[in-house]
Each structure stands twice: as C-alpha cells, then as structure tokens.
C-alpha cells in the first residue's frame, strides 16, 4: 500500500519514492504527497521527476481499483517511470492550496446550517454542499456573514483518530449522507475545528481558519423537495 504522506501533513509539497507498480494505467509509488480524489476533492495533479532528469505530469491521482495503492494517471504519450526506479512527486501546490482552504471552508459551512449533508464537491473557483432541509429557508447574506466571521476568528484545525468500532459507535459525527466516513483500514480521522465543527474526513485542510481568506455565498438552490444546494466562492484571490 501507498504510504499517505498528505494524511499527516497536508502542507507537503514533494517527497522522495520509489515506484512499486508501473503500466499503462500510471504510476504507483511507495509513498506520496498527492492526494487521492475521494469525498468530494479532486485528486492532485503535478509531476514525477526521474533521477535521470526526466519529467512526466500526473493529470489525475485516484485509489487503485484494486487496492493496491495509489494510482497517479499520467497524461497521454507519457512514458512511465520503470518499477523500481526511484523518483521525486511534486503536486501542483497552488492548486491543492485552494481545494484545502475550500475543504476547510465546506466544514465551517456544516457548523451553520442543521441538516444532514446530501453531496458535495470542491473545486478551485467554488464549491458546494447539498443539504437535506425541508420547509427552510436559507439566508445567502447571513451564511457568508457567519463564514467569514469564523474565518476571520482564525479557530485552529486539527486530526485526531478513532477506532473503525468507535466510529460506528458514534454515528452523530457523520454529516454526510451520500459519502461513508472512510473505514476498513482500522482507523478513522476526525476534522476538529475548535469549538465550531467534529466530523470524519479523509481531506486536506489547513492549520486554521484565517488561512480560508474572505468568501461568499453565491448562489443557494433548491434541488428537489429536501435538497438546498449551498455553493461558495473565494471572494478574491
């Protein structure tokens, strides 16, 4: 299995590995700092560089169908590195930058509105959550007051982990509806912001709110007779 180094440390911009598996669907390495598209965040894109001074880009990273690890897809044309060779993986850092202030942005957003999270997904221009929410009406202009108010209280992030058996004891945690905490490997990471949000993530974030920057709530839609579909932009960048 890949070693995830972006679960311990989301700020990691390149590391060292070694290719495990190596064919025409990409590249898998022993350890990595790209981030696996799941839960509603895009995979990381960027490259992995040879000791011989080749380069290859990765244009989308996902979990092996096989569970064998982490698959980096590379683009078209591309010749992959050989098993055993070993190499650097550089993620494109202003991209996973955004997709965690954005992340971190969605958890604040779960603290506003009561009601259980129905789909989601975060992008660099904006992000969405759905909400099952029945005969209510939300205010855009009160949520982006209230998000930039805990954005500007700069409250910290930070991970803790539970047991697979502990998570299913405390199933008040799980907003989302549609996506299952991530279980199976023994443990499960919950997100805390202090005093403001708990619940089971396996998504980059940032070290404290602050780093979100200003946002807005551009658009609120009713999608269906329960689903209210939030969606937020940065309001500069």
């Known amino acids: 299995m890949t070693k995830e180094i972006f679960r311990a440390d989301a700020y990691a911009q390149s590391c060292t590995a070694r290719v495990m598996e190596s064919d025409e669907r990409g590249v898998i390495l022993d350890q990595t700092v790209f981030y696996a598209e799941g839960g509603g965040q895009p995979g990381d894109i960027g ?11 990765v244009i989308g990273t996902y ?9 980096h897809v590379l683009a078209d044309g591309e010749s992959a590195p ?7 993986a550089e993620i494109d850092w202003d991209r996973r ?68 058996e502990e998570m299913e004891a405390q199933q008040d945690l799980v907003r989302t509806m549609s996506v299952k905490p991530p279980t199976g ?4 990471r919950l997100m805390h912001i202090e005093g403001v949000d708990l619940q089971p993530c ?7 709110s602050g780093e979100i920057g200003a946002v807005r709530v551009s658009k609120i839609e009713n999608k269906g007779a329960h689903n209210r579909r939030v969606n937020i932009v940065f309001v500069k960048d």
């Open 47 to 57: 490259t992995i560089s040879g000791a011989d001074g080749s380069t290859v880009n």
């Open 63 to 71: 979990k092996d169908r096989d569970g064998r690890g982490i698959l």
């Open 82 to 88: 050989a098993a055993g060779s070993e190499v650097t």
């Open 97 to 164: 930058y955004k997709h965690m202030r954005m992340h971190s942005c969605l958890h604040l957003l779960c603290s506003l509105v009561d009601g259980g999270v129905t789909g989601g997904s975060i992008s660099v221009e904006k992000s969405r959550l759905d909400f099952d929410l029945q005969d209510v009406t939300l205010d855009k202009e009160a949520l982006t007051d209230g998000l930039n108010k805990l954005v500007e209280e700069n409250y910290p992030l930070s991970a803790s982990w539970i047991t697979d």
């Open 185 to 188: 490997s023994g443990r499960v």
């Open 202 to 208: 396996g998504g980059t974030h940032v070290k404290a």
